[in-house]
């Protein structure tokens, strides 16, 4: 049997690459109101920049790791030297990397913090 009623459309809101969009993006109504809506966007209240959150650890051996990767290639490529030859310096470049890395962090995260307090009192 035919079915009587028509059904409903629903708007494809999916993208190109197959991602669907759910949710209702109202447009602004007057070009003061995008220009509202942009500024609030850009001004990063709610955004955490570099230097907000202190230094971790992780974040410390990560780029330990890229250093001195970057530094056994460098050795290799440039230098010539074997890669036997090469990897015990770069592990320890990496030992001495990681942890001058988190404490140059934090030294710098402290002294931003203290003219963030200094600037807040004022």
Do not use: H
């Amino acid at each position: 049997m035919a079915q009587t009623k028509k059904k409903r459309n629903r708007k494809r809101r999916g993208t190109q690459a197959g991602s669907i969009d759910t949710r209702k993006k109202a447009r602004p109504r007057n070009r003061q109101e995008a220009r509202g809506r942009a500024k609030s966007k850009s001004s990063g209240k709610n955004r955490v920049q570099k230097g907000d959150a202190p230094p971790t650890w992780g974040s410390a051996i990560l780029r330990g790791i890229i250093a001195s990767a970057v530094f056994v290639v460098l050795l290799v490529l440039l230098f010539k030297k074997s890669l036997p030859q090469a990897l015990p310096i770069g592990v320890f470049l990496l030992v001495f990397y990681i942890p001058a890395g988190y404490y140059m962090d934090s030294v710098l995260w402290r002294r931003r913090e203290r003219a963030r307090i200094r600037a807040a009192g004022k």
